[in-house]
Nanobody, 125 residues
Framework: QVQLVESGGGLVQAGGSLRLSCAASGRTASGYTMGWFRQAPGKEREFVASISWSGSYTYYADSVKGRFTISRVNAKNMVYLQMNTLKPEDTAVYYC??????????????????WGQGTQVTVSS
């Protein structure tokens, strides 16, 4: 079992930046792909970004490409999401997730077995 805890959310003006962090604990997350997803009120949870175990492969939703950067520090069991040039439509609860199947870097919610509790990001116009 892997426990994930997100932090770093908050209220920011449009054009601003936030850095989300995800701390993994419990059973080692060695080899796991990590992802960030978000869910806005009344909408389904959607993919934001994912990163392979080595960090060599990253994928982004078109809506955040060029503005968000996912990274990880395996020695610290940490994953980050740097969010720049934030827009009001980025407002959502952001979730960190882990996929234990080595070698797969998925964009599908259903492929991730472990989820954090979420952190709220609100972007004001």
């Amino acid at each position: 079992q892997v426990q994930l805890v997100e932090s770093g959310g908050g209220l920011v003006q449009a054009g601003g930046s936030l850095r989300l962090s995800c701390a993994a604990s419990g059973r080692t997350a060695s080899g796991y792909t990590m992802g960030w997803f978000r869910q806005a009120p009344g909408k389904e949870r959607e993919f934001v970004a994912s990163i392979s175990w080595s960090g060599s492969y990253t994928y982004y939703a078109d809506s955040v490409k060029g503005r968000f950067t996912i990274s990880r520090v395996n020695a610290k069991n940490m994953v980050y999401l740097q969010m720049n040039t934030l827009k009001p439509e980025d407002t959502a609860v952001y979730y960190c997730a882990a996929d234990p199947r080595y070698g797969r870097v998925s964009v599908l919610t259903s492929d991730y077995d472990y989820w954090g509790q979420g952190t709220q990001v609100t972007v004001s116009s």
